[in-house]
């Protein structure tokens, strides 16, 4: 599979952020120090943390015991990797206001979904990952799948963000891009092996804080540049693209398709559904941060509570992207470049957008502000991924299939010992993140071929009781493959889609694939005994199992409902504001 991401016909240069290319930033001694200084918060709270790791639920979930508010800042800091701010920014610079659909349509959905309807099923059967609620539901096989690519995902994606990371390093300082990414890996490592899941959500925490500190100055200094609103609009309509950047809908240049109904379907099915849906609902680098609260209304209110800043990251991510296409020389050459011929390469590319404008606009101090932003980013999202991994790798592979019944330390020890092990993986990995001019490509081809399927086996299973444990694996193995055949027909010039339209269809075949699988082998294999499925199905599991006992006790602003509610009624609000 790596062989065939790499494979994607991107610039494929060695980097791509050249030591010796024209991105430079001319840090001063001031913003040094505040990288530094954001490095030793960093560091001190990974060995705080540690203090509080007796055992191995305290490493993998934080002993369950988190306020909401933490999890649910944690929930979007955790996102907010090189998905949220090279990708969107790239995304922005590249198409303009159609990148809105990844957080409003792609996101604020499926995030209040989860937050309502299925988190009370992963909180209330104490399960520990969501590989593990796959094993109660299906069984082995369909855990064994769900495992395994999940793991194999996660180090892909980590892989993405240190690959960023390193890149900011480089740029930085010169280094090369290895020696970068070696260091950015094991500053993330010490922390996360330290102190495990309270580590990385603590920091989650804090870079949330310091990703806005950055990002939301070099948004308004950069409008200023470009002449206020208004002057950014006469620049973004007289650029290559022209007007349509600013109109969201119907978003052809994103989907791909030319006709402007078939656009529609594919963001609205293809990204609001399949792909929203399937990565916020069954990704556990997500879910695990709601697990890790006090209760079930709390772990409820995770997604939603992140659901709010979630609206308005695109404010500060998208927008400084389409100021830099149309504010630096460089990246204005390269967009007129690639509009004219789709084919050109550069070592410029669009997820450069965010560095050059910084470089362009900032002035030290701020910079150094800004680069700590960046780096708590990367940092967010590949500790997310780690986390993640090493919770999936000790409980539902190591503990399930290879040593099962050791005390409790010994699954504590092979947690630590994945991190590294997936640190060191994530370091090659890196490489492959390389070859794609726009990091959101690659991502959304990840997301099409693991989390699509999974979403389609997720659903069909929580509420269809009759649903066999042999559909739930045969599903995800169809699911998966029919995603990886568009990919390689899309490839292979069998039929083309620009922007990540094959992304979106690869999806949308994989979910409708995997239904159709389901629902054929069911016919003919044996179902789960009713009763073994209380705590996993909606019809079988009994309201109070699904609630807290205190629930209509609570204050309105702790009611998840009510607050899922407020949120829907906001975004619906930004979507036909923004048109």
Do not use: C
């Amino acid at each position: 599979m790596s062989a065939l991401l790499a494979a994607e016909p991107r610039p494929t240069a060695s980097t791509l952020l050249d030591a010796s290319s024209t991105l430079r930033l001319d840090a001063a001694p001031v913003d040094f120090v505040l990288v530094a200084l954001y490095f030793v918060f960093v560091l001190g709270i990974g060995l705080l943390a540690r203090q509080r790791v007796s055992s191995s639920i305290d490493f993998f979930l934080s002993g369950r015991s988190l306020p909401a508010w933490v999890t649910g800042l944690a929930f979007i800091s955790a996102n907010l990797g090189a998905v949220e701010i090279m990708g969107m920014s790239a995304n922005g610079a590249q198409y303009g206001f159609p990148t809105f659909h990844y957080f409003w349509i792609g996101a604020i959905p499926a995030m209040l979904f989860l937050g309502v309807v299925m988190m009370p099923f992963y909180y209330g059967s104490k399960v520990r990952s969501v590989p593990e609620f796959m094993r109660r539901r299906f069984g082995t096989g369909a855990h064994l799948v769900n495992a395994l690519s999940f793991a194999i995902a996660q180090v892909l994606i980590a892989g993405v963000n240190l690959y960023l990371l390193g890149s900011i390093l480089n740029v930085l300082l010169g280094w090369p891009l290895w020696l970068s990414v070696v260091i950015a890996a094991v500053i993330v490592l010490s922390y996360i092996t330290l102190g495990g899941l309270s580590a990385a959500i603590y920091n989650e925490v804090l870079q949330f804080f310091v990703i806005v500190a950055a990002l939301l100055p070099l948004t308004l200094v950069g409008l200023h540049k470009v002449g206020g609103w208004d002057g950014l609009r006469d620049k973004v309509t007289a650029s290559p693209g022209g007007g349509t950047q600013l109109e969201s809908w119907p978003g052809n240049e994103l989907s791909g398709f030319s006709n402007n109904i078939l656009s529609v379907i594919g963001i609205v099915f293809g990204l609001g559904f399949v792909l929203s849906f399937g990565y916020w609902t069954t990704n556990f680098v997500e879910v695990q941060r709601a697990l890790a609260t006090h209760s079930i209304s709390a772990a409820r209110r995770t997604p939603i509570l992140g659901a709010y800043p979630k609206m308005f990251i695109p404010l500060i991510v998208v927008i400084p992207g389409m100021i830099s296409a149309v504010l630096v020389p460089q990246m204005s050459e390269y967009k007129a470049a690639k509009v004219a011929n789709p084919d050109f390469t550069s070592d410029t590319t669009y997820n450069q957008a965010l560095l050059y404008l910084m470089k362009e606009v900032l002035p030290n101090g701020l910079l150094g502000v800004g680069i700590a932003g960046l780096l708590a980013a990367f940092m967010a999202g590949m500790a997310a991924n780690i986390s993640a991994f090493n919770t999936v790798f000790s409980y539902d592979l190591w503990q399930q299939y290879v040593r099962k019944d050791r005390p409790d330390g010994y699954y504590l020890t092979i947690g630590r010992l994945a991190t590294v092990g997936a640190t060191v993986v994530a370091i090659f990995t890196a490489f492959i993140a390389s070859s794609f001019s726009n990091m959101m490509d690659y991502l959304q081809t990840l997301f099409s071929f693991f989390n699509a399927p999974l979403f389609a086996t997720f659903i069909l299973g929580m509420f269809w009781k009759r649903m066999t444990p042999t559909a739930g694996w045969m599903g995800l193995v169809f699911g998966t493959g029919s995603a990886v055949v568009v990919f390689i027909l899309h490839q292979t010039k069998v039929f083309h889609l620009s922007g990540q339209g094959s992304s979106f269809l690869a999806a949308g075949v994989a979910f409708v694939v995997d239904i159709v699988v389901s629902v054929l082998v069911t016919q003919v294999t044996k179902p789960k005994p009713v009763a073994e499925l209380v705590g996993l199905v909606y019809s079988e599991t009994p309201k109070e199992a699904r609630t807290d006992p205190d629930q209509d006790s609570l204050p309105w602003y702790q009611r998840p409902v009510l607050l899922a509610g407020i949120a829907l009624v906001l975004v619906i609000a930004l979507n036909i504001i923004v048109g």
